[in-house]
T-cell receptor, first 114, second 113 residues
């Protein structure tokens, strides 16, 4: 059974640009969550999608957005990139809303802003 | 607001030693608590999940315990090996918070041969 797939693995952008990251969850999983990991702040929750609806949102500016498609694949977009957006972006998938099953993470997309 | 703390931040032990990693959380209204392992440059690998109604979970050389009343969880690693070297993270999933996880800062473990 394939795990969580995130593309691309690495990305280099410059300030002011925008970027789109993709996440394909484990087959059958309908919930996708996104996290930002930095050395200073650790792992911080961005947002969660379930059945194409955003269910929860962390404390990030509106430049960070996401969406989920009918096949449960999810994308997150960051507009007007800042140096501080350099981070490892991780996606996690789980079965559903009330599942007490583990969440599974992809290997992440490492975003570097020049 | 849930806060999760892991102490120590780093730990170095000789191979074969048994060790305990600590995780504390401020809000006891958790749905479950999950332990992860992260290797350098990689994502998170799920190790153990303890439901709020459980006291402990075991997988091979790993044992995780949960004490909601004191806001603590521990991960016990028996007979440590160099391959156990990684960063270990605990994460709390709160009631009524969907699948959002609140992570601790992690414990970076090095097991020396």
């Amino acid at each position: 059974k394939a795990g969580v797939t995130q593309t691309p693995r690495y990305l280099i952008k410059t300030r002011g640009q925008q970027v789109t990251l993709s996440c394909s969850p484990i087959s059958g999983h309908r919930s996708v969550s996104w996290y930002q990991q930095t050395p200073g702040q650790g792992l911080q929750f961005l947002f969660e999608y379930f059945s194409e609806t955003q269910r929860n949102k962390g404390n990030f500016p509106g430049r960070f957005s996401g969406r989920q498609f009918s096949n449960s694949r999810s994308e997150m977009n960051v507009s007007t990139l800042e140096l501080g957006d350099s981070a490892l972006y991780l996606c996690a998938s789980s079965l559903g809303q009330d599942s007490n099953q583990p969440q599974h993470f992809g290997d992440g997309t490492r975003l570097s802003i020049l | 607001k849930q806060e999760v703390t892991q102490i120590p931040a780093a730990l170095s032990v000789p191979e074969g030693e048994n060790l305990v990693l600590n995780c504390s959380f401020t809000d006891s209204a958790i749905y479950n608590l999950q332990w992860f392992r992260q290797d350098p440059g990689k994502g998170l690998t799920s190790l153990l999940l303890i439901q709020s109604s459980q006291r402990e979970q075991t997988s091979g050389r790993l044992n995780a315990s949960l004490d909601k009343s004191s806001g603590r969880s521990t991960l016990y690693i028996a007979a440590s090996q160099p391959g156990d070297s990684a960063t270990y993270l605990c994460a709390a999933r709160d009631n009524n918070a969907g699948n959002m996880l609140t992570f601790g800062g992690g414990t970076r473990l090095m097991v020396k041969p």
